[in-house]
DNA sequence: TGGCACTAGTGAGCATTGTCACTCTTGGTA
DNA sequence: TACCAAGAGTGACAATGCTCACTAGTGCCA
């Protein structure tokens, strides 16, 4: 099988390469640490990619998404420390291999791959209770959640997204309402913890 | 060397000791994926300690503490995703091993850990600004600021500080100065990204 | 054609946030 | 003792943020 990596943080994509290439039908062919040198290194001749969720340049969601676009049909497992339920929603969406978080025993992701690549689907046990809640922000909500987040004013997210500011103001109230929080940065963090920006 | 890890997501501990595995002079004898398991398991012939700092039940760092008090003196090499300058100060303070991240190259590791067993100390580039003294805020700053990072209102966080609103009000004002921002959020993005909180 | 749902935007009113000038206390110290 | 500096707190004011009720436009469809 051969394997593209997609790990952000350099000593845990070599610890897993190294623990990977204990098994002899696995051949590690590319590791990219950024959605960037991910999308720089296209195309390629793998079987399957296995893929941190979080970049420091985007998703590896966005990342299988490109790749969709592409016409690219390669098998994507996720890896997450996190079980969020935005990131499930999504994965499932885009109809990927699995989802698997980092809690769990390193003599299993071999085989968890292998089950991938003769096209069975593995989520990580933790994750089956939260396949029903799906996101409840419109995708407009979550764009100018994602600018308050950053510190932007009314004024600059209106800007940014070419909208009246009192548009944003009511879209930003309604996010806080779904969120159950008390402000924007609250409703942020509530939306960024369970997987929805 | 006699390694002990301490690591709470198994499948980092387990490509980890997959990496080290592959140095002749390394031998990984014990690993615990909660700080319980590591008081639990010792005392342990060991001649270096490798642990991740942010565990379920504790940090790293406590551990390195009961160690202390128990009389054990093992060097202690920290890791860690985050370059946080409270965990520098504490691991300083006890005087350990070293503070890696885990963006470093996969390569170093093991040279890493020979380097501190043989009385050196390793701590990690992007530490050294940490070093110096140039955090402009001062410490009730850092604390205010962290509260509104994570979405408190003044009257909140002149509760949990035990401090009047107007205070609070005045020394996040300051705090938004200091870092040439334009609101509390904002300021508090800055200053994390400057690792001053 | 009228009714309906959805989206974009406005305005009023109130709460919160940010700035600034000010007071009061406390602990040195000349 | 008198003075000074630092820290804590207040009040006023403007800017910004949040909620709610509202209008207007668009597309769908019976």
Redesign the pocket.
């Known amino acids: 099988m051969r394997l593209m990596m997609l790990e952000d943080q350099s000593l845990i994509m070599g610890a897993l390469a190294s623990l990977l290439a204990l098994e002899p039908d696995i051949e590690v062919v590319c590791q990219c640490s950024s959605l960037a040198k991910a999308k720089a290194a296209w195309p390629q001749q793998v079987d399957l990619i296995l893929a941190d969720i979080e970049l420091g340049d985007g998703t590896a969601l966005d990342f299988a998404q490109w790749l969709q676009q592409q016409g690219v049909v390669v098998p994507m497992v996720l890896l997450s420390t996190f079980a969020r339920p935005g990131y499930l929603a999504r994965a499932k969406a885009l109809n990927l291999g699995g989802y698997l978080l980092k809690d769990m025993p390193a003599e299993q992701l071999a085989q968890q791959l292998r089950l991938v690549l003769s096209g069975q689907q593995c989520f990580a046990r933790p994750l089956q209770s939260l396949m029903q809640p799906n996101n409840p922000l419109?995708e407009?909500e979550r764009q100018v959640l994602i600018l308050a987040e950053q510190g932007k004013?009314?004024?600059q997210i209106a800007l940014s997204i070419h909208?009246?500011?009192?548009?944003v103001?009511?879209c930003?109230?309604s996010a806080?309402?779904k969120m159950q929080a008390n402000?924007?940065i609250e409703a942020a963090l509530r939306a960024r913890d369970a997987g929805f920006l």
């Open positions: 419109s407009r004013s009314t004024q909208r009246s500011p009192g548009w103001r009511n930003l109230s806080i309402q402000n924007r």
